[in-house]
């Protein structure tokens, strides 16, 4: 059972290269904590992720939010993620038919295939939109995840959605590694997804607009999730983000110790 290995463990059985990278980097870094750089101004997000960068293993874009965006800031964007070691999962939720999904991915003003090392989609589609993507991202050693459940109240990404979400994901092994979800699904032979849950806070349970927060030990221990995502428990309400940012990656790596020590 993944759940109870170590990622470093995880990631020698890993055939993907950049999932086998991700799970490295967890174990070296002690960090399970992605950041949800929700900022739309080009200097604040680089400032938030020069201050975030030493506590995570995974920066979150919106790249479409930010107003002056240009290539410096990927440049920016992808220098910070060397200095302080961490990827980038630009977290574009793709939704549409194959062909096109090819060209959002890798074309646009934003290529986002370029220089995101981690990408997700939404399964209603069909499975097309995972084979428009793999044919871009493949080649350049991505991976993507899907998104199979969501934290918002009423989302329709629940049951069978699910269910059928896991299948493409098995089916694409290579290229899906893992998917945006609010807990760990039943291991298949050879399965090993990587479990990523936003959602996350130590400080409020609800946002008004339909985020739902939960602890990073819920998710992480009691759910057996392997990242969690936090966005505004971090920067909001002028919160200092490199504290939180610091509280949060205790809480996520205490509670995946004490899961793998079981
Ligand atoms: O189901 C989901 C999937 C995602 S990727 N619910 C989410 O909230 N997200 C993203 O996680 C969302 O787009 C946002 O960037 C982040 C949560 O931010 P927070 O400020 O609520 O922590």
Redesign the pocket.
């Known amino acids: 059972m993944s759940a109870s290995l170590s990622y470093l463990e995880r990631s020698k059985l890993h055939s993907n290269p950049t999932a086998k990278a991700f799970l490295e980097l967890m174990e070296r870094k002690k960090s399970n904590l992605s950041v949800?750089a929700?900022l739309n101004k080009k200097a604040a997000l680089i400032e938030l992720a020069d201050k975030v960068g030493p506590y995570i293993c995974l920066l979150?874009t919106?790249i479409d939010v930010v107003e002056d965006f240009d290539q410096d800031l990927v440049d920016q964007l992808t220098a910070l993620a060397k200095k302080h070691d961490f990827m980038i999962f630009e977290?574009r939720?793709f939704a549409d038919i194959g062909n096109t999904v090819k060209l959002q991915y890798g074309s646009g003003i934003y290529k986002i295939a370029s220089w995101s090392d981690i990408t997700?989609a939404h399964m209603v589609p069909g499975e097309g939109i995972v084979q428009g993507l793999r044919e871009v991202g493949l080649p350049l050693n991505r991976a993507m995840l899907l998104?199979a459940?969501?934290?918002?109240a009423g989302?329709l990404a629940k049951g069978d959605y699910t269910v059928k979400t896991v299948e493409v994901a098995r089916k694409y092994k290579d290229f899906v590694v893992g998917f945006?979800a609010m807990e760990r699904y039943a291991d298949k032979e050879g399965d090993d997804f990587i479990y990523?849950t936003?959602?996350?806070?130590l400080d409020q349970t609800s946002?008004g607009m339909g985020?739902q927060?939960k602890h990073p030990r819920e998710v992480v221990f009691d759910r057996g999730c392997d990242v969690i995502?936090?966005?505004?428990?971090i920067y909001?309400n002028g919160r200092d983000a490199a504290k939180e940012a610091k509280r949060y990656q205790e809480a996520g790596w205490n509670a995946y110790v004490e899961r793998i020590s079981k």
């Open positions: 949800a929700d979150k919106h977290d939720k997700n998104l459940e969501m934290s918002s989302t945006i990523m936003p959602g996350v806070g946002d985020q927060w995502i936090v966005g505004r428990g909001g």
